[in-house]
């Protein structure tokens, strides 16, 4: 493939993610989006690019890519998490058939430089883009024609000053249910079973208040008006930093009338770190998802996440929600100290803990992770993992058999994810919760509680658990109402693909597990 010299015209691809929980594709329609979340990382590669190339962005997940737009680009840039491998490798097989160059970045691409599913693509990067000189090397390579198969981000990390505002301008923004910013990158934990170490370091490096800023202007210079989502794995890994980039978010919120709602992911620590919690509710946060992954204390230090051990999880939640913050969880089964008694004691822990969004999935060894390495050296590592987090286990288990851990894990979601079940957490998490933040509803949030009503409130089958929790959260104080409406439309995804997705599918899994 042979690129020529000039001004180039550049096809940003995100590849499509299959449905999951986190993907919410059961309840976007009801905003009128096609997507929960942007990829943000193709637009922050966008301002990377010379600002006088052709730039287009195709996301999968809300259009389909055309043979005319491989076909009007000069070089195809992609990006992707392991879960997207399958949808990375068709648009590669799809761009060498038009004799047009495809590089592809990414998790996937730099824990995975030599998986099958990159076999099509011109080049692979390894590594973040802002590392000095890396971009720099591929744009000259690009325009010279001359891809490399491979490029290497050097070590020490790229710092985030690094990191320019994202081409959020290139979005269809309407498509997408929130935006979504990146503060920080790094975390200071060892999690044994967790890549984030991996691919951006332990040490937690932050983008300068002012940068924060400046992509929250220009998220507004849009027009866009609702929530954004802080895609940090740990926003609280260097609390001193955070809790300075918090205090110029909340001053700039404050100028410009609170247009934002934001929610990110932190470690259990937070409970702890009042003023960060205080400048978080200042700044607009009103969420925050944490990994308790386990009520097991030797799980948790088979783990290496001791710093779960230092804090009683009920306390921290309760602490949280009476500060401004919901409390979103993960949690783990599987763990070689976990028996067949684990499914049980999660359930409880979930309760207790009365959190809604209970993302629960089976142990996975990533590729990379500590778990991988050591479950390859034991002889108990059974296949590729593709990266769905609610997909099947890749580990033989320790303490039970393969059976009980996917019988166990399946009655685990059905009772998660029954509706009276959910309902009853939600709302016992509404009425403890303190709200803080707030903005104003903007107008498609409106249309999504007639469609929720009539959807949910008349022809679902959990109808009466639907009008039961909205009529408590009006109980608990009718400002909660637009928040209760929006667990419930989430809650209607999280029924519809449990039951039609996941239980089908590990229900099959025990048959044939049964079977051999």
């Known amino acids: 493939m042979k690129l020529f010299p000039g001004r180039k015209r550049v096809l940003l691809v995100n590849p499509e993610t299959p449905t999951s929980y986190w993907g919410f594709q059961g309840s976007v329609r009801f905003v009128g989006a096609r997507a929960a979340h942007t990829p943000l990382s ?6 990377l690019l010379p600002r006088d190339w052709g730039v287009k962005l195709v996301d999968l997940n809300i259009q389909r890519l055309k043979d005319r737009d491989i076909a009007w680009a000069d070089v195809v840039l992609l990006t992707g998490m392991i879960v997207q491998k399958d949808s990375l490798d068709l648009i590669c097989r799809r761009c060498a058939a038009h004799d047009v160059p495809t590089v592809v970045g990414g998790p996937f691409a730099s824990s995975s430089p030599d998986a099958p599913e990159l076999q099509y693509a011109t080049s692979v990067v390894v590594g973040e883009a802002e590392c000095p000189g890396l971009m720099a090397a591929l744009i000259e390579d690009i325009v010279e024609g001359q891809l490399q198969r491979r490029y290497w981000a050097t070590e020490p990390k790229p710092e985030m000053q690094e990191s320019p505002v994202p081409r959020f301008d290139l979005l269809k923004r309407r498509a997408y249910c929130c935006l979504d910013i990146q503060v ?29 800023v400046a992509e929250l202007q220009a998220i507004y210079d849009t027009g866009y008006r609702g929530n954004i989502f802080v895609v940090d794995d740990n926003f609280i890994g260097h609390p001193q930093r955070a809790l300075e980039v918090l205090e110029a978010m909340a001053d700039w919120q404050r100028r410009h009338r609170n247009p934002f709602l934001f929610y990110t992911e932190a470690d259990v620590r937070l409970a702890s770190l009042d003023s960060v919690v205080r400048q978080m509710v200042r700044a607009g946060f009103y969420g925050v998802f944490i990994g308790f992954e386990s009520p097991s204390a030797e799980a948790l230090r088979e783990a290496a996440k001791t710093h779960n051990l230092r804090h009683s999880p009920i306390e921290a939640v309760r602490k949280l929600r009476r ?18 008694t684990i499914f049980e004691r999660t359930k409880d822990f979930v309760g207790e803990c009365k959190i809604d969004f209970a993302m629960a999935g089976m142990l996975t060894a990533l590729p990379g992770t500590p778990l991988e390495q050591r479950l390859r050296k034991e002889g108990r590592l059974l296949f ?7 997909g099947l286990s890749n580990i033989l288990p320790k303490r039970m058999s393969r059976l009980e ?3 166990g894990y399946r009655k685990l979601l059905q009772y998660l994810y029954a509706p009276k079940n959910y309902f009853a957490r939600a709302s016992a998490g509404l009425k403890e919760w303190h709200q803080g933040a707030r903005r104003r509803v903007a107008a498609r949030e409106f249309l999504a509680v007639p469609r929720s009503i009539l959807r949910q409130g008349i022809f679902s089958r959990y109808r009466l658990q639907y009008w039961k929790f909205l009529l408590r959260a009006l109980f608990s104080g009718p400002r909660k109402l637009p928040r209760a409406f929006a667990q419930a439309i989430s809650g209607h995804h999280f029924f519809r693909y449990t039951s039609q997705v996941v239980i089908p599918r590990l229900l099959r ?7 051999g």
């Open 384 to 390: 590729a993992t593709d990266g769905d987090q609610f």
């Open 184 to 212: 920080s990158r790094g975390c200071p934990h060892r999690c044994e079973f967790c890549n984030v170490r991996m691919l951006f370091g332990k040490r937690p490096r932050y983008k300068d208040p002012e940068q924060v």
């Open 323 to 340: 500060r401004g913050l919901l409390v979103y969880g993960g949690f783990i089964v599987g763990f070689d100290a976990d028996d067949a």
């Open 42 to 47: 193709l637009l922050t590669l966008a301002a």
């Open 405 to 407: 851990l996917v019988r």
């Open 509 to 515: 899994e025990e048959r044939r597990l049964g079977a």
